[in-house]
């Protein structure tokens, strides 16, 4: 795992741009096109807002990108503010020149859920899987909306909501506004396929979660602990997120701070 750690919200966020930007303009060059994993919440804002302004020869291209987010609520239509297609919109697709048919989310509106997370899993694989999977990470330590409990070999699925992370995300929805307690989420095992992955956590909030994830056991009970077998996965933190740390992170390994 490679671990980078940089000062704050600012850096990380610029950080994660530069990456993404990198990896858009290196698949394109070599498959022509480039197949992104999109996450929402709060923590990839500042990417979203920096990839969007980015020009000139720093630009990333978009019309050779498709993309994939990684969950959605069951019940909100991508016109409801709350749905998590409406978010990628306001924060990125209404702003950059992608192809509306290259984008895709689960559809938590489907009549057969099941049928449309098979689906889901169907079109990840036409495009020829996942290049770079963008991920934040939940207080709970879950990942997309993979719950602790969620099996590390999980498919796109109907995950029911825990208590914690209803109550984390509350904070998006006004009063009177029916929070949903289910979404259509990728499974840790889709998420595992993808060719790199790029984890971003901000915050003190964040720094039990980190602390779990990165040097605790592989568990179900901690769903981002999965990233360890991952041949590549990118993790930039803040000085926050780091904070509960026992190590040192550096170029791939791990030494216990002094
Ligand atoms: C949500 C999303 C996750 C995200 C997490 C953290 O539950 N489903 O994909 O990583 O929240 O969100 P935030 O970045 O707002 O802390």
Redesign the pocket.
């Known amino acids: 795992m490679l671990v980078e750690t940089l000062p704050d919200y600012d850096a990380l966020s610029e950080r994660a741009a530069r990456l993404v930007s990198e990896e858009i303009r290196r698949r394109s060059l070599r498959t022509g096109r480039a197949v992104l994993g999109c996450?929402?919440?709060?923590?990839p804002i500042g990417l979203y807002r920096r990839l969007i302004a980015r020009d000139g020869p720093e630009a990333p291209d978009f019309s050779r990108v498709a993309t994939f987010n990684?969950?959605e609520y069951v019940g909100l239509p991508p016109e409801h503010p709350q749905s998590y297609g409406y978010f990628m919109r306001e924060y990125l697709f209404d702003h950059v020149d992608i192809p509306a048919d290259r984008i895709h989310m689960p559809d938590g509106m489907a009549t057969d859920l099941d049928a449309a997370c098979a689906a889901y899993e169907r079109r990840i694989a036409e495009a020829g899987g996942i290049d770079l999977q963008i991920?934040?990470?939940?207080s709970n330590g879950?990942l997309?909306?993979n719950e602790p409990g969620s099996s590390l070999g999980s498919r796109t699925r109907v995950q029911i909501l825990t208590e914690k992370?209803l109550a984390d995300?509350a904070r998006f929805f006004g009063e009177g506004e029916t929070q949903p307690h289910t979404a259509v989420t990728m499974g840790l095992g889709t998420i595992m396929e993808a060719r790199k992955l790029l984890m971003l956590a901000s915050g003190t909030g964040k720094a039990a979660a980190v602390r779990d994830a990165l040097e605790g056991p592989v568990t179900a009970m901690c769903p981002a602990s999965v990233l360890q077998m991952h041949p590549h996965a990118h993790i930039l933190l803040d000085e926050e997120a780091a904070s509960a740390l026992a190590y040192t992170h550096r170029d791939g390994i791990a030494e216990v701070k002094e």
């Open positions: 996450a929402t919440g709060s923590t990684l969950d991920l934040g990470i939940g879950h997309a909306f992370t995300n």
